[in-house]
């Protein structure tokens, strides 16, 4: 079963989602809306809960007093979620933490929670995905 409807789309954002298809070799308009509601969607449905897989990025600023611990002990009570951690030294004063997680939604919620409250982090940006229905038993 397909569904239809309209949508309104500004001059300036059709005139670049043209130059982008352009770009690419793409001429279908309906199959980069349809790509764009799955990206949209995985993005999005794991906040309703369930597994998920994916990366939070922290860039913080290492100077600020503790916070490398901080975040070491937080990182120590989601053993189970984190699979690996990436730390970079951005410049002098600043740092990215790669975190790359499994698990229960809720808990990584939780997670995001914790590390965004903490003095001294400036950007957290999660890039995590609900996991289908035939994958879920490996990843619990």
């Known amino acids: 079963m397909c569904g239809k409807f309209g949508i309104y ?7 670049e989602l043209e130059e982008c298809m352009k770009s690419l070799g793409v001429r279908n308009k309906s199959l980069v809306i349809r790509e764009a ?7 999005h449905k794991w906040r309703a809960g369930g597994p998920i897989l994916g990366v939070i990025s922290v860039v913080y600023d290492h100077e600020v007093r503790g ?6 002990d937080i990182q120590h009570d989601y053993l189970n979620e984190i699979i690996s951690a990436l730390h970079i030294h ?4 600043n740092c990215m933490l790669i975190l790359a997680l499994k698990g229960d939604s ?9 590390i965004i409250k903490l003095k001294g982090v400036k950007l957290v940006r999660p890039a995590l995905i609900s996991v289908e229905s035939g994958f879920q038993e490996e990843i619990k």
């Open 67 to 72: 916070i490398d611990a901080k975040l070491t």
């Open 9 to 15: 789309v500004p001059e300036d954002l059709m005139r």
């Open 37 to 43: 509601l799955r990206l949209f969607i995985s993005e």
């Open 106 to 114: 809720e808990r990584v919620n939780s997670l995001l929670k914790e």
């Open 90 to 93: 951005v410049d002098r004063r």
